[in-house]
Protein backbone atom coordinates (compact mmCIF):
# COMPACT_ATOMS: atom_id res chain seq x y z
CA UNK A 1 0.00 0.00 0.00
CA UNK A 2 1.46 3.27 -1.02
CA UNK A 3 0.96 6.71 0.94
CA UNK A 4 1.94 10.56 0.45
CA UNK A 5 4.89 11.61 2.42
CA UNK A 6 6.15 15.32 2.28
CA UNK A 7 9.87 13.98 3.48
CA UNK A 8 10.85 10.68 1.90
CA UNK A 9 13.89 9.41 0.06
CA UNK A 10 11.40 8.34 -2.58
CA UNK A 11 10.76 11.66 -4.64
CA UNK A 12 10.38 11.67 -8.58
CA UNK A 13 9.40 15.19 -9.87
CA UNK A 14 6.39 15.42 -12.20
CA UNK A 15 6.62 19.14 -13.85
CA UNK A 16 6.53 21.67 -10.63
CA UNK A 17 5.70 18.99 -8.42
CA UNK A 18 7.28 16.42 -6.68
CA UNK A 19 5.88 12.99 -5.13
CA UNK A 20 7.43 10.91 -2.23
CA UNK A 21 6.17 7.90 -1.97
CA UNK A 22 7.43 4.87 0.70
CA UNK A 23 5.41 1.69 1.57
CA UNK A 24 3.78 -0.22 4.46
CA UNK A 25 4.64 -3.52 3.45
CA UNK A 26 7.74 -5.76 4.50
CA UNK A 27 8.80 -7.58 2.19
CA UNK A 28 11.96 -7.62 0.21
CA UNK A 29 10.68 -6.11 -3.01
CA UNK A 30 14.14 -7.19 -4.76
CA UNK A 31 17.01 -9.32 -3.71
CA UNK A 32 20.56 -8.40 -3.97
CA UNK A 33 23.59 -10.83 -3.84
CA UNK A 34 27.23 -10.04 -5.10
CA UNK A 35 30.20 -11.92 -5.07
CA UNK A 36 33.41 -12.19 -7.14
CA UNK A 37 32.29 -8.59 -9.59
CA UNK A 38 29.04 -10.18 -10.06
CA UNK A 39 26.05 -8.02 -8.45
CA UNK A 40 22.70 -10.06 -8.74
CA UNK A 41 19.29 -7.89 -8.31
CA UNK A 42 16.20 -10.39 -8.06
CA UNK A 43 12.96 -9.11 -8.32
CA UNK A 44 11.22 -10.82 -5.66
CA UNK A 45 7.37 -10.06 -5.43
CA UNK A 46 5.59 -13.02 -7.38
CA UNK A 47 2.60 -12.27 -5.96
CA UNK A 48 1.43 -9.41 -7.87
CA UNK A 49 3.81 -10.82 -10.20
CA UNK A 50 6.74 -8.60 -10.13
CA UNK A 51 4.77 -5.63 -10.99
CA UNK A 52 6.74 -2.83 -11.70
CA UNK A 53 4.96 -0.56 -8.49
CA UNK A 54 7.01 2.84 -7.58
CA UNK A 55 7.57 1.07 -4.86
CA UNK A 56 9.47 -1.87 -6.50
CA UNK A 57 11.24 0.36 -9.21
CA UNK A 58 12.87 2.76 -6.17
CA UNK A 59 14.22 -0.70 -4.48
CA UNK A 60 15.39 -1.66 -8.22
CA UNK A 61 17.43 2.33 -8.99
CA UNK A 62 18.96 1.89 -5.59
CA UNK A 63 20.46 -1.78 -6.21
CA UNK A 64 21.28 -0.93 -9.79
CA UNK A 65 22.84 2.08 -8.19
CA UNK A 66 24.84 1.09 -5.01
CA UNK A 67 28.08 1.37 -5.42
CA UNK A 68 28.47 2.23 -8.94
CA UNK A 69 32.11 3.47 -9.12
CA UNK A 70 33.43 0.89 -7.00
CA UNK A 71 35.94 -1.35 -8.92
CA UNK A 72 35.00 -4.28 -7.82
CA UNK A 73 31.47 -4.06 -9.34
CA UNK A 74 32.35 -5.14 -12.55
CA UNK A 75 28.71 -6.61 -14.22
CA UNK A 76 25.02 -6.33 -13.55
CA UNK A 77 22.33 -9.30 -13.23
CA UNK A 78 19.10 -8.92 -13.38
CA UNK A 79 16.28 -11.73 -12.31
CA UNK A 80 13.00 -12.55 -11.05
CA UNK A 81 11.43 -14.93 -8.95
CA UNK A 82 8.57 -16.82 -10.24
CA UNK A 83 7.44 -18.00 -13.41
CA UNK A 84 6.77 -14.44 -14.33
CA UNK A 85 9.74 -12.06 -15.12
CA UNK A 86 7.46 -9.24 -14.55
CA UNK A 87 4.08 -8.16 -15.90
CA UNK A 88 4.83 -5.24 -16.03
CA UNK A 89 3.25 -1.24 -14.47
CA UNK A 90 0.73 -2.05 -11.89
CA UNK A 91 -2.60 -1.07 -13.25
CA UNK A 92 -4.15 -0.77 -9.73
CA UNK A 93 -1.45 2.35 -9.25
CA UNK A 94 -2.13 3.74 -12.15
CA UNK A 95 -5.95 3.80 -13.25
CA UNK A 96 -6.68 7.18 -11.58
CA UNK A 97 -4.46 9.67 -10.85
CA UNK A 98 -2.68 11.41 -13.93
CA UNK A 99 0.62 12.51 -11.07
CA UNK A 100 0.97 8.86 -10.05
CA UNK A 101 0.98 7.61 -13.91
CA UNK A 102 3.62 10.77 -14.83
CA UNK A 103 5.65 9.76 -12.05
CA UNK A 104 5.42 5.67 -13.00
CA UNK A 105 6.18 6.46 -16.81
CA UNK A 106 8.88 8.50 -15.75
CA UNK A 107 10.64 6.40 -12.92
CA UNK A 108 11.39 3.61 -15.44
CA UNK A 109 12.56 6.11 -17.93
CA UNK A 110 15.15 6.95 -15.69
CA UNK A 111 16.03 3.48 -14.47
CA UNK A 112 16.62 2.36 -18.41
CA UNK A 113 18.59 5.79 -18.33
CA UNK A 114 20.45 4.77 -15.41
CA UNK A 115 21.20 1.16 -17.12
CA UNK A 116 22.66 2.53 -20.10
CA UNK A 117 24.89 5.40 -18.02
CA UNK A 118 26.45 2.23 -15.58
CA UNK A 119 29.89 1.48 -16.57
CA UNK A 120 29.51 -2.24 -16.37
CA UNK A 121 27.22 -4.63 -18.65
CA UNK A 122 23.44 -4.73 -17.01
CA UNK A 123 22.65 -8.31 -18.12
CA UNK A 124 18.92 -9.10 -18.36
CA UNK A 125 17.77 -12.79 -17.35
CA UNK A 126 14.82 -14.09 -18.35
CA UNK A 127 13.22 -17.70 -17.42
CA UNK A 128 9.47 -16.71 -17.41
CA UNK A 129 7.39 -14.11 -19.08
CA UNK A 130 8.16 -10.25 -19.45
CA UNK A 131 5.00 -8.89 -20.45
CA UNK A 132 4.41 -4.59 -20.87
CA UNK A 133 6.62 -2.74 -19.02
CA UNK A 134 8.62 -5.70 -17.54
CA UNK A 135 9.44 -6.40 -21.25
CA UNK A 136 10.61 -2.98 -21.60
CA UNK A 137 12.86 -2.90 -18.52
CA UNK A 138 14.47 -6.43 -19.52
CA UNK A 139 15.55 -5.71 -23.37
CA UNK A 140 16.84 -2.74 -21.99
CA UNK A 141 19.43 -4.25 -20.54
CA UNK A 142 22.65 -4.28 -22.52
CA UNK A 143 22.33 -7.85 -23.35
CA UNK A 144 19.23 -10.22 -22.75
CA UNK A 145 20.10 -14.10 -22.03
CA UNK A 146 16.96 -15.99 -21.72
CA UNK A 147 14.93 -19.80 -21.60
CA UNK A 148 14.15 -21.08 -25.06
CA UNK A 149 10.47 -21.32 -23.14
CA UNK A 150 10.18 -17.74 -22.14
CA UNK A 151 8.27 -15.09 -23.34
CA UNK A 152 7.64 -11.72 -24.17
CA UNK A 153 4.45 -9.45 -24.59
CA UNK A 154 2.88 -5.88 -24.90
CA UNK A 155 -0.58 -6.81 -24.51
CA UNK A 156 -1.86 -3.21 -22.94
CA UNK A 157 -4.29 -2.42 -26.03
CA UNK A 158 -6.19 -5.67 -24.55
CA UNK A 159 -6.96 -3.74 -21.50
CA UNK A 160 -7.35 0.11 -23.74
CA UNK A 161 -3.75 1.15 -22.99
CA UNK A 162 -1.80 0.81 -26.17
CA UNK A 163 2.20 -0.16 -25.18
CA UNK A 164 3.78 2.96 -26.44
CA UNK A 165 6.32 3.26 -23.41
CA UNK A 166 7.78 -0.58 -24.11
CA UNK A 167 7.29 0.08 -28.06
CA UNK A 168 10.53 2.50 -27.97
CA UNK A 169 12.50 -0.34 -26.29
CA UNK A 170 11.21 -2.71 -28.45
CA UNK A 171 11.03 -1.18 -31.56
CA UNK A 172 14.95 0.03 -31.61
CA UNK A 173 15.76 -3.25 -31.90
CA UNK A 174 13.41 -5.13 -33.66
CA UNK A 175 12.68 -5.07 -37.28
CA UNK A 176 9.64 -2.78 -37.85
CA UNK A 177 6.92 -5.59 -38.97
CA UNK A 178 8.14 -7.39 -35.44
CA UNK A 179 7.78 -4.89 -33.20
CA UNK A 180 4.50 -3.95 -34.91
CA UNK A 181 2.72 -7.87 -34.54
CA UNK A 182 4.09 -7.30 -30.68
CA UNK A 183 2.08 -3.73 -30.02
CA UNK A 184 -1.25 -4.17 -32.15
CA UNK A 185 -1.58 -7.61 -31.32
CA UNK A 186 -0.14 -8.40 -28.12
CA UNK A 187 0.56 -12.10 -28.64
CA UNK A 188 4.21 -13.16 -27.25
CA UNK A 189 6.88 -14.50 -28.90
CA UNK A 190 9.04 -17.43 -27.20
CA UNK A 191 12.66 -17.10 -26.09
CA UNK A 192 13.84 -18.61 -29.61
CA UNK A 193 11.47 -16.19 -31.27
CA UNK A 194 12.89 -13.24 -29.59
CA UNK A 195 16.37 -14.70 -30.62
CA UNK A 196 15.94 -14.74 -33.80
CA UNK A 197 14.14 -11.49 -34.08
CA UNK A 198 16.98 -9.47 -32.12
CA UNK A 199 14.96 -8.99 -28.79
CA UNK A 200 17.44 -11.68 -26.69
CA UNK A 201 21.37 -11.91 -27.46
CA UNK A 202 21.18 -15.87 -26.89
CA UNK A 203 18.16 -18.23 -25.97
CA UNK A 204 19.35 -21.13 -24.01
CA UNK A 205 17.52 -24.46 -22.46
CA UNK A 206 16.32 -23.25 -19.02
CA UNK A 207 18.33 -25.94 -17.53
CA UNK A 208 21.63 -24.27 -19.26
CA UNK A 209 20.71 -20.55 -18.31
CA UNK A 210 22.63 -20.38 -15.50
CA UNK A 211 26.27 -21.90 -16.97
CA UNK A 212 25.45 -19.35 -19.83
CA UNK A 213 25.52 -16.71 -17.36
CA UNK A 214 28.17 -17.74 -15.94
CA UNK A 215 30.14 -17.80 -19.05
CA UNK A 216 29.49 -14.17 -20.28
CA UNK A 217 29.75 -12.92 -16.99
CA UNK A 218 33.32 -14.86 -16.58
CA UNK A 219 34.31 -12.83 -20.35
CA UNK A 220 33.69 -9.35 -18.84
CA UNK A 221 35.45 -9.80 -15.76
CA UNK A 222 38.17 -10.65 -17.78
CA UNK A 223 38.39 -7.45 -19.39
CA UNK A 224 39.45 -4.29 -17.86
CA UNK A 225 36.76 -1.99 -16.00
CA UNK A 226 38.43 0.81 -17.80
CA UNK A 227 38.20 0.05 -21.10
CA UNK A 228 34.75 -1.31 -21.04
CA UNK A 229 33.39 1.65 -18.89
CA UNK A 230 34.63 3.66 -22.13
CA UNK A 231 33.20 1.64 -24.78
CA UNK A 232 30.21 1.25 -22.68
CA UNK A 233 29.12 4.97 -22.92
CA UNK A 234 30.39 5.50 -26.43
CA UNK A 235 28.48 2.80 -27.93
CA UNK A 236 24.79 4.49 -26.29
CA UNK A 237 26.10 7.78 -27.40
CA UNK A 238 27.47 6.56 -30.87
CA UNK A 239 23.57 5.63 -31.50
CA UNK A 240 22.24 8.77 -31.93
CA UNK A 241 25.14 10.19 -34.41
CA UNK A 242 24.82 9.88 -38.19
CA UNK A 243 27.51 7.62 -39.68
CA UNK A 244 29.80 10.14 -40.13
CA UNK A 245 29.72 11.79 -37.26
CA UNK A 246 30.10 8.31 -35.43
CA UNK A 247 33.29 7.62 -37.00
CA UNK A 248 34.96 10.82 -36.60
CA UNK A 249 34.00 10.73 -32.69
CA UNK A 250 34.91 7.00 -32.63
CA UNK A 251 38.39 7.64 -33.76
CA UNK A 252 38.50 10.71 -31.11
CA UNK A 253 37.82 8.03 -29.11
CA UNK A 254 40.25 5.09 -29.85
CA UNK A 255 42.91 7.69 -29.61
CA UNK A 256 41.50 8.40 -25.77
CA UNK A 257 41.70 4.60 -25.32
CA UNK A 258 45.13 4.21 -26.17
CA UNK A 259 46.25 6.50 -23.51
CA UNK A 260 44.47 4.51 -20.85
CA UNK A 261 47.07 2.53 -18.31
CA UNK A 262 44.82 -0.56 -19.16
CA UNK A 263 45.40 0.16 -22.76
CA UNK A 264 49.15 0.23 -22.24
CA UNK A 265 49.21 -3.03 -19.86
CA UNK A 266 46.54 -4.69 -22.00
CA UNK A 267 49.15 -4.74 -24.95
CA UNK A 268 52.18 -4.77 -23.15
CA UNK A 269 50.89 -8.66 -21.93
CA UNK A 270 49.89 -9.49 -25.64
CA UNK A 271 53.61 -8.94 -26.72
CA UNK A 272 54.52 -10.68 -23.87
CA UNK A 273 52.40 -13.83 -24.28
CA UNK A 274 51.31 -12.98 -20.55
CA UNK A 275 47.91 -12.50 -18.73
CA UNK A 276 47.28 -9.13 -18.37
CA UNK A 277 47.40 -7.17 -14.81
CA UNK A 278 44.34 -4.90 -14.83
CA UNK A 279 44.11 -1.99 -12.28
CA UNK A 280 40.63 -1.37 -13.61
CA UNK A 281 40.86 2.70 -13.23
Known amino acids: MLRVLQNSKYATGVGQQVLRFASTGATDLVLVKEQNGVREITLNHPKTLNSLSLEM ?32 HNLKELHNDPKIQACVFQKLT ?22 AAGCQLVVSCDMVICSKTSKFSTPGAGVGVFCSTPGVAIARIMSRPKSAFMLMTGL ?36 SRAVIALGKEFYYKQLALSQKEAYVAAQAKMCENFQLD ?10 EKRPPSWKHE
Open 57 to 88: MTALQEALLKDKDSVDLRCVVLGAQGKVWSAG
Open 188 to 223: PISGEEAFISGLATKAVPAEELDKEIDEITGAIKAK
Open 110 to 131: DIINDIQKLPVPVIGKVNGYAA
Open 262 to 271: DTKEGIASFF
